[in-house]
Each structure stands twice: as structure tokens, then as C-alpha cells.
């Protein structure tokens, strides 16, 4: 088996990947607008199943990065077509012509609907980029005044053509191919006997209300998700960071240049005369061809910063904005207040970023000193800061597209993982267990003999749980016809007991069936939950008048009776794993008088002395279901009306019922279920004994974690 699985793999990944990159060659040969290199990955994720599939697109765009890069950022849509391909394979879509437009429209809305927003995002002119834009450029023309609409549209009608061609040459492809061959071809990882597709179906519905794979897949998602959100905070933070301090190196050696340009024991000439003083137009002329030696620097300037403002010395005009006059007065900008007085002083200061009508600029002042050392004015450059953001944006781009790729890939991976070696071999296994039948002989070898036949071998802990249940299984066998005979000994000498207990034994004899295997640990559950709550009713001096230690041992006593009832509702009822109908429903609440009907006749059997052990025995079974704001069963009583023996037992009850595992559910943490009792204080319990409860936390959680280890 796992011979054949590796040579169908190196097929499948082989014969994908060759398929990937001819198709990616064809076009630009031809000069066809096409793409056509998903073919290869859609093909083999429909043949040989979801992992070849994905490795297939993974590997394709690494392929093709070596000659382009750029798209190595686009190898997450070819995976998702694979993902997709093997999904419509599963459910047969491949086979039925009705559903192939759905097929192509997928695949083109992966591919140029995501694709197409991926390249907007990540380059600096989208509209006129690839052989979309003639046709993108007519539609914005034409009807649609949007040019990312434009492009959008343009671009997913182009790969609707592409990926109609695609899936017409994999459906072509697949109905040549024998079943007996793609069975050859698929790639499985079975640790086991394969089950049948009615048996995966089985074994997948045995998964709680959150799944182990829900779960795997969450820690697994949420750990990328982590890791890389970091590693992406910390490298676009890095790399802001860098352009910012590349823009001021720029902007402080322009300054510089600046400072050494203007002459410094002419900046009153300069003021005064403005372009008529001698040499003033050459160094403006020097500082616009500094101005206008990088696309990044918005302005130069010189101005003499005095308390009254910034007169202008330099003001050289660009293309959209004219320049200053010479000794024009320009009032403080508001960033620049907290070093207005370095300003005065003369003194140098840091670049100073600031967002107006101007955008983003780093503005950098640099001073200009006279041979007296005195500061005559300020070298100014800003410089536009805007494209760091539409840069960031592109990297965040290019990361998160890259990161997404590897999440999809890896999660993919490990779901395939964790269902070959951990879902379905503990799924199959509780399959065959829940189907087991000890009642005959040829029933109890078939049931063995169903567990045998998994043969799991996980070389791990599956393995040794396996092993244990098949274990079990067998002494299960063995042991039956004894445990049968036990059983019928104790039953008959239950009917010689003591009158006084025989009197419930005497009603309940002929109701011992097989019942629920957890009743038994609920039962002392509750009854020491119940010991734990009065115990600290009585500490905090709360209906003290009531508990006394009679009445406490009463209800110790009596506590494993309160469900006694369920004895006359229906296995199928009480068993089922599923919520029950209104019609179910009704008939599970009769258990409460029934319970009652039961312990009266018992009462009738004994004497008068032990009334009051019964007695709370009646009154719990037939009130622990009644509520504290009066919407409870049976009777609709509220308050202080309950009996305080069954409000006690209400609270026992309802959180046993929610940290025990039962067959329609898995028990909840300790803490959820403290957090229901205390949601549930003053409607559904009494909220002085949920208090209680809960202020002995400690106490319930040593009975319950006492109990689970047995």
C-alpha cells in the first residue's frame, strides 16, 4: 500500500507539474491571452486527491518564480483551484454536465477575481497591466467609469475563457480514465483496513459539536495566524521604519548641498533685493535642479526664521506650485510650534513629519551660519513621504499572499494528516464499538471480529487505545455469560433483603434492565454534591433551621432516588443522542411524578419510622425539576414553594449533567459550568444555594475530579 501510494504521488506531482508548465508555455508561444497553467494541478487533485493536488500548484508557481517572482505571490490561487478541483471531484460534479459552468465559474473567480484584485493591489499602474488592459480600457470607456471594475471585469472574462478550456481538457481527460485507475491513482493515507464510503460517511457524523478535525485545524490556524501576523507586524514596521530613514539621509543631503550653495553674508542683500541682488537667480537656478533631481523632494527653500514668522529668502516655483517672493512673511506651520524655539536660537533639529494639503512630507530645517557663526537663515526640504504608504500596502500585499499560500498549503496537509491517522482510525473505532452485540454467541464473535478487522496501525497512542478497546472487547466476550449469572445471583438475593429497603427493591425489581453505564456515577454525584451544599448552607448560617442532621442525612440518603422515574421512560427516549421532539420531551418530564408514584408505594411497605427518608426521596424526585422563577416541571411552583430538599438537588443535578460526558455530548470544563450556575441564580436555582455552590468551588471540584478518576 504505501509502495503504490508514493509511485501514484511521483505520478500525479510529475506528470501535474510537466502538464503546469507546458500549458504555461502554449500561449506565449501562440500568443493566446491565455494562462492555462492550472490544468496540471486541477487534474491531478481530481485524480490522485486533494494532497497531489495542492503540491502540484504549490511547486508550479515555485517553478515559474524562478524565471518570474512575481508570481510566486499568485501561488495561492492555483492551490485553491486545486482544493476546489478535488471537492467537485468527491461530489461527482466532474461527471455531470450541468454542473461544469459551476466548476468554471469557481475556478474563474479564484483565479480573476482574486488574481485580478492581487494585481491592483500590488503594482503601481493595474489598469494598463497584462493583455487585459485594451479590453479593460474599452469596458471603462464604454459603460462601466471604474477603472478597477474595469480591469476586474476585463480581467475575469479573460480567465472565464481560460478556465472553461482548463476544466474541458480535465473533464476530457478523466472520462478515459478507468474507475479501476483513478482507484490506483488516488493518494490515501490510510493507517488502517480502508473503510467504505458508507463507513467514512458513518465515522464522520460520530464528531461531537466541535469536531477533532474543527479543532485541529483551529490550533493549527490560529498558531499560523499568530506566528505570521507577528513576523508581517515586525517586517512592515522594519521596513517603514528603513524608507523613512532613507528619506531623511536624502533629505539631509540635499540640505547640506543647500547650506553650502547660499552665501550666507548675502541673506540681507537677498531680502532686500530679492532676484535683483547679485547671484540670487543662479542659486535659486542651483536649488531647482536640486528640487528637481528626485521625484521625492516636493520642495526647496530658505527662509529667516524670526518671531514674527519665516521670511522667505529661496523660493524656487515647481511645476504646480508658483514660488514665494523674496521677503514674503509666512506664518508658523502648527507642526512645527514645539521647536520654534531652537528655531530662534539657531539651533539645529530633527526632521519634523507632518499630514496637510500637501500629504505626507518629511520636512528637515538645516542652518546656515555666517563666518561669525551666527545663524542667517534655514536651509528647507520636504520631502513627500505618500509612496511609503502605497508601498506598505504593496509589501503588506506580498507578504500576506505569500503567508496565505503556506497557511492554506500547511493546513491542507495537516488535515489530511490528522484524518488518516487520528480521526478516522478513533471514529472507526467507536463505529465498531457502538455496533458491538453481546446477547448470543455468534453475535459476540461477529463483534470481536469487527474490531479486528481495522487492523489500526498508527505506531502510536491510536494505536495502543486500539489495541486496548479490542482487548476489551474480547474479555467483553468471555466474561459475558458470567457477568449474566452475577447478575441473576444479586437479583435474587435483592429480593431477600431487609423489609424496610426491600419495599423500593420490591417495586423496582422488575425494572432492572441494561440501563445507562453513567447513571450509576451520577447518582453518587449528585448525592455528593448535594452533602457539599448543605454542609455550607449550615457554614453561612442560611436556612440553618432546616438542616439539620437528619434532614441532611435524609437527603444524602435519598439523593441517588431523585431520577428513579426515568425508569418507565422508553430506552430510545432516554438513550437518544440527539435533542428530543416536543412529543419526547413531554413524556421524559413524566419521569418526575412517576418517580413520585413509585417512592409512595414504597412508603406504604415500610414503617412510619423511616417515613422521613422516603419522604425527601419523594419530594426530590418529584420537585428537582421545578425552577426558582415558577417555569419548571411539573407542578409550576417557584420560590420557596420547591421543597429546599429538591432546590438543593436542582443545582447537584444540572451541573453533574453538564460535566458529565453522555452519548449526545462531551462534558463541559469545570469553569463553563460553574460560570451556567451562576447564570442560572435567581431564575432556574435558588440563588442562595447556587451561592452556596459556588463558594465551595473547591469542594466540587475535588468530589467531581474524584469521581472522573475512577
Not at 581 to 606: L, P
Amino acid at each position: 500500500m504505501k509502495k503504490k501510494n508514493r509511485i501514484s504521488l511521483l505520478i500525479l506531482c510529475g506528470g501535474g507539474l510537466l502538464i503546469n508548465t507546458i500549458g504555461s508555455m502554449i500561449p506565449g508561444w501562440l500568443n493566446l491571452p491565455l494562462y492555462l497553467d492550472n490544468i496540471g494541478s486541477a487534474l491531478a487533485a481530481a485524480l490522485g486527491g486533494i494532497i497531489p493536488g495542492v503540491l502540484v500548484g504549490f511547486f508550479t508557481n515555485i517553478v515559474n518564480g524562478i524565471s518570474n517572482f512575481e508570481s510566486v505571490y499568485y501561488g495561492f490561487l492555483t492551490i485553491l483551484i486545486a482544493i476546489a478541483s478535488s471537492i467537485f471531484m468527491e461530489k461527482g460534479w466532474y461527471r455531470k454536465l450541468s454542473r461544469l459552468p459551476l466548476i468554471i465559474l469557481t475556478f474563474a473567480l479564484i483565479g480573476g477575481g482574486i488574481g485580478s484584485c492581487l494585481t491592483w493591489l500590488m503594482n503601481d499602474h493595474p489598469f494598463e497591466i497584462g493583455f487585459s488592459a485594451p479590453l479593460a480600457r474599452r469596458i471603462f470607456e464604454s459603460f462601466l467609469p471604474n477603472q478597477f471594475l474595469a480591469k476586474l471585469t476585463a480581467d475575469f472574462l479573460y480567465d472565464l475563457l481560460d478556465k472553461t478550456i482548463t476544466v474541458g481538457i480535465v473533464t476530457l481527460v478523466l472520462s478515459q480514465h478507468s474507475t479501476r485507475m483513478r482507484d490506483w491513482l488516488q493518494y490515501r493515507g490510510w493507517r488502517q483496513i480502508p473503510l467504505t464510503l458508507r463507513e467514512m460517511k458513518q465515522a464522520r457524523k460520530t464528531a461531537g459539536e466541535l469536531s477533532l478535525r474543527l479543532k485541529i485545524v483551529l490550533i493549527v490556524a490560529a498558531s499560523m495566524i499568530i506566528i505570521g501576523g507577528t513576523v508581517t507586524g515586525i517586517s512592515y514596521t522594519h521596513y517603514v521604519n528603513s524608507a523613512i530613514e532613507e528619506k531623511k539621509a536624502l533629505a539631509l543631503g540635499v540640505a547640506d548641498v543647500m547650506v553650502g550653495t547660499v552665501d550666507a553674508e548675502r541673506v540681507d542683500e537677498y531680502l532686500e533685493k530679492g532676484e535683483a541682488a547679485e547671484g540670487y537667480l543662479e542659486t535659486e537656478r542651483i536649488l531647482k535642479s536640486m528640487m528637481d533631481s528626485s521625484e521625492f523632494i516636493e520642495f526647496c527653500y530658505v527662509y529667516r526664521i524670526l518671531e514674527d514668522g519665516c521670511h522667505v529668502v529661496f523660493d524656487p516655483d515647481t511645476a504646480e506650485t508658483p514660488g514665494r517672493d523674496p521677503g514674503s512673511l509666512e506664518e508658523f506651520d502648527q507642526a512645527f510650534l514645539h521647536v520654534k524655539g531652537d528655531l530662534l536660537a539657531g539651533r539645529e533639529i530633527e526632521p519634523v513629519e507632518s499630514r496637510d494639503s500637501y500629504g505626507w512630507l518629511l520636512t528637515l530645517y538645516k542652518p546656515i551660519y555666517d563666518r561669525n557663526g551666527v545663524c542667517q537663515c534655514y536651509a528647507g526640504v520636504d520631502i513627500s513621504m505618500t509612496q511609503i504608504s502605497s508601498n506598505g500596502l504593496k509589501f503588506l500585499t506580498k507578504v500576506l499572499s505569500l503567508f496565505i499560500g503556506f497557511l492554506i498549503l500547511i493546513l491542507t496537509i495537516v488535515i489530511w494528516l490528522a484524518e488518516y491517522n487520528v480521526i478516522l482510525p478513533i471514529n472507526g473505532m467507536a463505529l465498531q464499538s457502538s455496533r458491538s452485540d453481546y446477547s448470543t454467541e455468534e453475535n459476540r464473535k461477529e463483534s470481536v471480529a469487527r474490531i479486528e478487522r481495522l487492523a489500526i496501525r498508527t505506531g502510536d497512542e491510536i494505536e495502543n487505545l486500539y489495541q486496548a478497546i479490542l482487548n476489551s472487547s474480547r474479555d467483553m466476550a468471555h466474561t459475558t455469560e458470567e457477568m449474566a449469572r452475577i447478575l441473576a445471583q444479586t437479583q435474587h438475593q435483592n429480593e431477600v433483603i431487609d423489609k424496610m429497603q426491600n419495599g423500593l427493591i420490591l417495586v423496582l425489581a422488575d425494572m432492572v434492565e441494561s440501563r445507562d453505564e453513567n447513571t450509576g456515577e451520577h447518582v453518587r454525584k449528585t448525592a455528593a454534591y448535594t452533602g457539599v451544599i448543605m454542609r455550607e448552607l449550615r457554614r453561612e448560617h442560611i436556612y440553618e433551621d432546616q438542616l439539620t442532621d437528619a434532614f441532611i442525612a435524609d437527603v444524602i440518603r435519598s439523593a441517588p432516588l431523585h431520577d428513579v422515574g426515568k425508569i418507565q421512560v422508553r430506552d430510545a427516549i432516554l438513550n437518544k443522542p440527539g435533542k428530543l421532539t416536543d412529543e419526547e420531551f413531554a413524556e421524559m418530564k413524566t419521569h418526575t411524578t412517576a418517580g413520585a408514584e413509585i417512592i409512595a408505594s414504597a412508603m406504604r411497605m415500610v414503617s412510619e419510622d423511616d417515613s422521613g427518608y422516603l419522604a425527601e426521596a419523594q419530594k426530590l424526585a418529584h420537585y428537582h425539576h421545578e425552577k426558582w422563577n415558577g417555569t419548571g416541571y411539573p407542578e409550576g411552583l417557584k420560590g420557596e414553594e420547591i421543597p429546599l430538599s429538591a432546590r438543593v438537588m436542582a443545582v447537584a443535578d444540572v451541573f453533574d449533567a453538564l460535566v458529565s460526558k453522555r452519548s449526545y455530548k462531551e462534558g463541559f470544563p469545570f469553569e463553563k459550568a460553574m460560570a451556567i450556575i451562576r447564570e442560572g441564580s435567581g431564575t432556574h436555582f435558588d440563588p442562595k444555594v447556587a451561592q452556596a455552590f459556588i463558594n465551595a468551588e473547591d469542594e466540587v471540584r475535588r468530589v467531581m475530579e474524584s469521581h472522573m478518576s475512577r
